[in-house]
Each structure stands twice: as structure tokens, then as C-alpha cells.
């Protein structure tokens, strides 16, 4: 198993690695520079791992900034404690900013780095197994409005992804399972040795065997890595990493973001998508029946969808088909995927009944 995956991206490029401890490197690229350093994180991941934060806040050009907790945390208001803390402590242009936590903390994170003095470099350690498998490579980043999530952000590239996988030791089992998602997604639109790998390792999965956890994650980080080498700005390859995720943010909004964790909801999205799929394109009934039957596997809430027409103007309403052709992903068979244009609002109404 390789402890290295190149991000290829020319001038951008960058490796994600396996790191033994986030502590030593994290002074390791504070020492490499003699600016100011900040590292953002969250008061959870902090106080669970606090001895290891105490030791880094020891290194003198490192500052240490808690940004909150959940969705509310994407917001202009963290960006501006974040760049006026910076301006504060006299960042400059050769300054780092190193992002300790999941998803929320690299978005902003990474966000931040983007636009103070124009973009200073930043590394993303992801301590949540969707952040590793997912979020932190890519380069995405931004904040919410109140009229949607991600609306205003960036994609502005780490110069480094740091994994250290102990951080997984202190994860809530939810948000261990909910990921999950995510990664049998890369099997569905990419990798049918990857779903074949998951459906036999299944018991090792629930026993945290942390072998075969780590050879799923490096599996992960070089599909997203080839998919983002190959098409950084989402042209084309790029949104097939949306498979499930139509039918999963129009759960999400339905149900407020209050009931369900976004890995749990694109659970319920990739079952519509495997649905649709094969009642209207080429997934055989085999692979259909066996796809199920991988996501079945993983614990879920219950969901139940009342009121199906309300359900269909939250797709309807999704930023990135306004005045235009919904873009569906679906699958033709287990490990290859494809973008259509021909799905309708009805077909997606219809797939709610796989719910
Ligand atoms: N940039 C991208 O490409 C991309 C891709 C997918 C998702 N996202 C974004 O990621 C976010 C979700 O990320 P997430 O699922 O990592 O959630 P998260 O960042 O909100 O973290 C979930 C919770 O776990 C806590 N936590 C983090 N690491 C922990 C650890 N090791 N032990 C105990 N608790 C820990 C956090 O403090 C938080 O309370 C969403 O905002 C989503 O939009 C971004």
C-alpha cells in the first residue's frame, strides 16, 4: 500500500500522505517558514485531542483558532475572525494555515487561505472519515448562505493533504457509518474492485479493522485524485462524484439538515439513483439487487417522504439546474457511471418508492 498519492495538477500539484502523527507535521511546516502559522480547528477535536495540541501550541510561530460547530460555521462571519486574527498577528504572504478537522473546517479553512493577500498556502488534515476519503482533496472550498449551501467559495488547492488516521479512534460510530456513503459511491461510479472489495470486507468494516480501513481510504484518495487530476473545475468527469447526491440535497432540505448526517442522506439519494438506473437505463437487475443489498448493510434514521410534490421542488430548485436540463448521474453497471440529461422530474418522483 502506497503512503503517498500524487494530486496531479501541474503548478498545483500535490501528494496526500499517511502521516504517523498530525502533531510532528505540523511543526515540521511551521519550522519551514518564519512567518506566522494558524491552525483552525474545532473545540471537540481540540479537547479530544488536547495533549497533542498542547505540545504544538508550544512552537512559537504557531496560533491556534477554534472556529463552531456544524453547518453555521460556513459563514462569512468565521471568515472574518479567521482573516482578522491573521491581519492581527502580521500574517504575510509566506504565512500557513493548517486545517485540522472535517469537511466544515477545511471548507472554511481553505477558504480563508484563498483570499487573505490574495491566497497563502494551506494544508488540510482530515480527521473525519469523510474529510479523508473526500472533502479535503480537490480543493474545493467556501462557505453557506441562507439561500444554500457552498454558494460562495473557491476551488483553491492545498499544498498538502496530512491523513492521520488515529484521529478516527475518537469519531462518533455515526459519522463513521454516514461516510460510508461516500465511499461506496467511488465503487459504484468507478471501481467495481473497490464495491467488491467492501462487500467482502464488510465484518472487518464493522470491527474497525484499521488495515483494511486504511486501504480503503487510499483506494478513495486516488480515485478522487484521478477524477480531480483529470478535471479540477467540474466540466465534465468531475460530476459524476455527484451520483446519489440530486435525489440526497433535496433530502437534506426537506428535512431541514436537521435529521439526517449528508452521508446518511445520500444513502437514500444513491438508492433513488440505483432506481432510476435500472428502471430507466442500462444497471442489469443483478448488479441493481446487489447494490442494494451493499447499502442495506449500513445503518440508517428512518425517512419517510409525505409529501412527494414538495419533495420534487427541492430538486426542482437544486442552484445547479436552475434554466437548465437536470444532469443525472447514473450508473450502466456496477464500476462505470454516466451523465444524462434525458431523467425526469417524474422518473425521480417515481425512485422515491425504493425508499
Ligand atoms: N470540499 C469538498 O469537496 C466537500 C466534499 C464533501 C463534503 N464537504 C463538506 O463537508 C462538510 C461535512 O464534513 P464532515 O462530515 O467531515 O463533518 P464536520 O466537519 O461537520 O464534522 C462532524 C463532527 O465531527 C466532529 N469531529 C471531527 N473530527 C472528529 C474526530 N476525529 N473525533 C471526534 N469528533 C470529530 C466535528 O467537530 C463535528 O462536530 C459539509 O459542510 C460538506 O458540505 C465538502
Known amino acids: 500500500m502506497s503512503n503517498k498519492i500524487k494530486v496531479d495538477l501541474g503548478d498545483n500539484s500535490y501528494n496526500i500522505s499517511f502521516v504517523e502523527d498530525f502533531k510532528d507535521s505540523i511543526v515540521k511546516f511551521a519550522l519551514s517558514t518564519k512567518s506566522q502559522c494558524l491552525l483552525i480547528t474545532q473545540e471537540k477535536i481540540f479537547n479530544l485531542h488536547k495533549q497533542k495540541f498542547d505540545k504544538i501550541s508550544k512552537t512559537p510561530n504557531i496560533n491556534i483558532l477554534m472556529i463552531s460547530d456544524g453547518e453555521q460555521a460556513k459563514s462569512f462571519e468565521s471568515i472574518n475572525s479567521i482573516v482578522s486574527e491573521m491581519a492581527k498577528n502580521n500574517f504575510d504572504r509566506s504565512s500557513l494555515v493548517f486545517a485540522v478537522g472535517g469537511g466544515v473546517v477545511g471548507d472554511v479553512a481553505g477558504f480563508a487561505a484563498s483570499i487573505f493577500m490574495r491566497g497563502i498556502k494551506y494544508v488540510q488534515y482530515p480527521t473525519t472519515l469523510l474529510s479523508m476519503v473526500d472533502s479535503s482533496i480537490g480543493g474545493k472550498t467556501g462557505i453557506n448562505l441562507k439561500d444554500g449551501k457552498n454558494l460562495v467559495g473557491r476551488i483553491y488547492q492545498p499544498i498538502a493533504v496530512e491523513v492521520d488516521t488515529n484521529f478516527l479512534s475518537t469519531l462518533p460510530k455515526r459519522d463513521f457509518n454516514a461516510?460510508?456513503?461516500?465511499?461506496?459511491?467511488?465503487?459504484?461510479?468507478?471501481?467495481?474492485?473497490?464495491?467488491?472489495?467492501?462487500?467482502?470486507?464488510?465484518?472487518?468494516?464493522?470491527?474497525?479493522?484499521?488495515?483494511?480501513?486504511?486501504?480503503?481510504?487510499?483506494?478513495?484518495?486516488?480515485?478522487?485524485?484521478?477524477?480531480?487530476?483529470?478535471?479540477?473545475?467540474?466540466?465534465?468527469?468531475?460530476?459524476?462524484l455527484n451520483f446519489g447526491h440530486t435525489v440526497g440535497h433535496a433530502i437534506e432540505s426537506y428535512t431541514k439538515y436537521e435529521e439526517l448526517l449528508h452521508g446518511e442522506a445520500i444513502f437514500y439519494g444513491m438508492k433513488c439513483a440505483l432506481f432510476i438506473s435500472n428502471k430507466f437505463g442500462n444497471l442489469n437487475k443483478d448488479e441493481y439487487k446487489k447494490s442494494l443489498q451493499l447499502l442495506s448493510k449500513f445503518d440508517l434514521p428512518n425517512l419517510s417522504i409525505d409529501n412527494k410534490d414538495i419533495f420534487i421542488n427541492f430538486v426542482k430548485n437544486d442552484k445547479k439546474f436552475r434554466g437548465k436540463n437536470i444532469r443525472f448521474i447514473l450508473l450502466d453497471e456496477i464500476g462505470k457511471s454516466r451523465i444524462s440529461k434525458d431523467i425526469t422530474f417524474e422518473q425521480i418522483k417515481k425512485s422515491l418508492s425504493v425508499l
Do not use: H, P, W
Open 179 to 240: 461516510a460510508f456513503a461516500e465511499v461506496i459511491k467511488y465503487g459504484f461510479i468507478y471501481d467495481k474492485d473497490l464495491f467488491d472489495y467492501l462487500s467482502e470486507n464488510l465484518s472487518n468494516i464493522k470491527n474497525n479493522d484499521l488495515n483494511v480501513i486504511k486501504k480503503i481510504i487510499t483506494q478513495c484518495c486516488e480515485i478522487k485524485s484521478d477524477i480531480v487530476s483529470e478535471d479540477e473545475n467540474e466540466n465534465e468527469l468531475r460530476m459524476i
